[in-house]
């Protein structure tokens, strides 16, 4: 196992320099998926959520989220995102909603965080809107999906569909 980058040589937390590192185009992709009762999701796709646009909401978190990401998670660079879009599909088999986040940037470090902070907030900010309905949404299986550039190369979960 490799050492951890941001722990120095006596245990303390700190923030890894980057600054040598050549700058290349890095993309993440990450999934997460909101699972209702299918009446909370026929009332979601009808559009009649009592807040409003839960796509719409729940797409603009995801984007604002992931623009501050390096503000949420500890030691996290701050990063010129490039291209940051959340999709939000239907899937009556869930039942629910699958959402996914794809982030891009020309940089030193990868948007792996980013793109998981997007799925996250868009996940929170659609159980936020529907909760008034639907109390036992869960919350499930965010995760990073593939990212590509970068010293440690390309990454694909074995069960990526796209």
Same mark, same amino acid.
Request: net charge neutral; aromatic share 2%; proline share 4%.
């Given at each position: 196992?490799?050492?951890?980058? /941001?722990?120095?040589?006596?245990?303390?937390?700190?923030?890894?320099?980057?600054?040598?590192?050549?700058?290349?185009? $890095? !993309?993440?992709? #990450?999934? %997460?998926?909101?699972?209702?009762?299918?009446? !909370?999701? @026929?009332?979601?796709?009808?559009?009649? #959520?009592?807040?409003?646009?839960?796509?719409? #909401?729940?797409?603009?978190?995801?984007?604002?989220?992931a623009k501050r990401?390096?503000?949420? &998670?500890?030691?996290? /660079?701050? +990063?010129?995102? !490039?291209?940051?879009?959340?999709?939000?599909?239907?899937?009556?088999? +869930?039942?629910?909603?699958? &959402?996914? @986040?794809?982030?891009?940037?020309? %940089?030193?470090? %990868?948007?792996?965080?980013?793109? +998981?902070?997007?799925?996250?907030?868009?996940? +929170?900010?659609?159980?936020?809107?529907?909760?008034?309905?639907?109390?036992?949404m869960t919350i !499930?299986?965010?995760?990073?999906?593939?990212?590509t550039g970068g010293?440690?190369?390309?990454? $694909? $979960?074995?069960?990526?569909?796209?």
């Amino acid at each position: 196992m490799s050492r951890l980058t /941001h722990l120095g040589a006596s245990g303390e937390a700190s923030m890894v320099d980057v600054g040598d590192k050549e700058e290349t185009m $890095r !993309t993440a992709m #990450a999934e %997460g998926a909101v699972v209702m009762q299918p009446e !909370t999701l @026929a009332t979601i796709l009808a559009g009649n #959520a009592k807040k409003g646009d839960v796509f719409g #909401a729940a797409r603009i978190a995801g984007i604002m989220a992931a623009k501050r990401t390096h503000e949420l &998670i500890p030691l996290c /660079h701050p +990063l010129p995102l !490039t291209k940051l879009a959340v999709e939000i599909e239907p899937d009556e088999a +869930l039942p629910g909603l699958r &959402i996914s @986040a794809l982030a891009r940037v020309t %940089g030193r470090t %990868g948007v792996e965080m980013e793109a +998981l902070t997007a799925v996250s907030v868009a996940c +929170l900010t659609i159980y936020d809107m529907a909760k008034a309905i639907d109390r036992s949404m869960t919350i !499930t299986d965010i995760r990073l999906m593939r990212k590509t550039g970068g010293k440690s190369g390309d990454y $694909r $979960r074995d069960d990526d569909r796209t």
